[in-house]
């Protein structure tokens, strides 16, 4: 290889390593620092399987890029193409492509740490990222792909009052909104989305589709989505889920029933829709996933048999007495009053007296004999209810069967409340299988209905009283959501739920709640806009805007800009303490903070990722392909998302040498930014063998330095991988 001119020299080392000139000296990988490209990922998918259908090709920019050769796959799906103007069924507007491109394109963006404004920062596992939550949802692919367990979202409803994201879905679009004066001078836009706009369901619909896309891979392969709706949009963001997640992954359109409103002209619309899909729901069904919740007063009778078996041991008849009163005493408003039939208690629990004839009659006959009197037992007028005497037998064995005072009368089966598996110990002899389909139990839970009733003036009233003052509109009931969140993750105590429309940040706290009630460690991750209050309360009228106004004077009291997210903020560090005034669960980790992430352009110089647009003199000039005001965090952060890392893992940060060294998660990755490193500090950071180092292009102040740099490693940790920005 030829030496190095004298020109390249003088160029700064990290314009030299962009320009990829022959200088041989330096082999550690650069980071990308950008998104991933879906669109290069999937045509990887179709070279796999279709290697005769990709090539290479020229973009936009001149630079070669694999693309696939449709001509060519056509040819080779002739059999299965839909082509030209062929009836279809599909869901089709004007703008689904350039959202599917939008919802495809990387971005160069970052994630800033904000540690002034988190809660926790160093110890919490839970995320608040502002900005716009499709580039969200981009940065996020690698460190959360198939990670996220539940995602929820509350998206605008288009009802015309609403907000539009700020997405440039096309430029005829763009120019359209610019000329009409729908949007200021950055972009944003400024109008809601009226019906008498041409685009009305077109632009919502474009809105959605890109950001469902991406949230699509970011869910488990057990994972689901729920997602509210109304009326107006509701039978087309159907179809839209239909296509992006499969039809057969529809689990159930579920309907929250708010209250009637006595308004209305026709019907009163007190009802909302929540459509929920899963990932891939064969794998739920083969893992044999079932969601059920506790029948209200269930736990609580449970509750009091514990006790009461922790007071008396064994002794059944004191505890039957106690379990009398208790019942006795409750209001008749309590839920577990319907349970007062439970009074006797054996080895297995509260029980209740029940048939054991055949239901319908014409049931088998046959001796069963009393223990006492060794006559044959009066069998039932329609035969007993199990099919055979071994049958009948093992019921008396284990317990199920309680006989008379004599044989004259038949004996009486138990139906007991089946203990809550969270509830029995390792060495439990409660009963553990029952036979359901002969009623030997009576099931302590259920499966939830499609339908939900739950006034909304309750979460209302328990917001204002939170924020002391309204400051949201229309925000969702967290206790429902809790319980929803519990219900459907029963075997993931640990799961990742994330909201990327937080709003009034009802999510976050439903994950705190339903942390604090069933001891679970949910962690959440949740994205708001930080969306102009000023702008919002010039722009609405009535109560709309009284709300708003309620927001800005909360922000004015407590120093801080008038956005909707600090609102949210504020909201979810409030809920925490509310959570942890009350009575929490042992097994919580009474994790009540959040780490704020703020999108913002790359750290990285345009030299980094356009270096053949950079022009002689600017090289000269270019000291550092990092802008000049971020910090060494601000670099971390945008590692961890080029490496795929998650962005809760624990970081320490350390002087080593004179130099500030972040170690995240142990040795998972060690980094450190600092000009002028030296060897001595190079081979404690090799000693260490992390999985992942990474070193700023300009920490190496000679070329000696960097190739010793990276034979250090190879010596004294070979496995570590090794990369530079």
Known sequence: MAAPSKFADQVPLTVRQKLSWPLGIWAMDKMKMHSPDLSQDNIAKIRALFPDCVTEAADEQGNIRLAVDFDQLRQTLSDHIVEGPQERYRLDWPGKREALLTANAPIAKTLRPCREESVDFDTTQNLF????????????????????????????????KDFIYRDKFSSLKAQYENL??????????????PETKGRYHSDWLTMIYSRLKVARNLLAEDGLIFISIDDV????LKQLCAEIFGEKNFIAQLTWEKGRKNDAKFFSLGHEYMLVYARNQLVLRERGEIWREEKPGAKEIWDEFLRLRGIHGDNFSLMENELSAWFAELPKSHPSKKWSRYKRIDKNGPWRDDNISWPGGDGPRYDVIHPVTKQPCAVPERGWIYSSHETMMEKIKSGIVEFRADH??????????????????????????VDDDQGDTELATQVRPSVIYKQSQVAVKYLRNLMGGKVFNNPKDHEELAKLIAYVTPRNPDAIIMDFFAGSGSTAEAVLTANATAGTNYKFVVVQLPEDLDQAAAATTGAAKKTVQNAIKLLVKLGRQHLLSEVTKERIRRAGMEVLKGNVSEGWNRDVGFRVLKIDSSNMSDVYYRPDEVSQDELFGQVDSVKPDRTGEDL??????????????????????????????????IACFDTGVTDELVKEIAARAPLRAVFRD?????????????????????????KAI
Do not use: C, M
């Open 129 to 160: 990222i502002e900005g716009d939550n499709l580039d969200a949802l981009k940065l996020l692919q690698e460190s959360y792909l198939g990670k996220v367990k539940l995602i929820y979202i509350d998206p605008p409803y288009n009802t015309g």
């Open 180 to 193: 009409t004066e729908q949007r200021d001078a950055d972009g944003g836009l400024l109008v809601a989305n």
């Open 233 to 236: 949009e509701q039978a087309a």
């Open 408 to 433: 004259t009368d038949p004996p009486q089966r138990k139906t007991h409340i089946r203990p809550i598996p969270e509830e029995l110990d390792d060495d439990s002899d409660f009963l553990e299988e």
């Open 636 to 669: 971390l952060f945008q590692v961890l998302i080029d490496w795929g890392v998650e962005l809760t893992l624990p970081i320490n940060r350390e002087a080593l040498h004179g130099k500030t060294v972040y170690s995240v998660d142990g040795n998972a990755l």
């Open 698 to 722: 300009t920490s190496f102040a000679r070329d000696a330095d960097r190739i010793n740099a990276e034979q250090l490693f190879r010596q004294l940790s070979p496995g570590t991988e090794l």
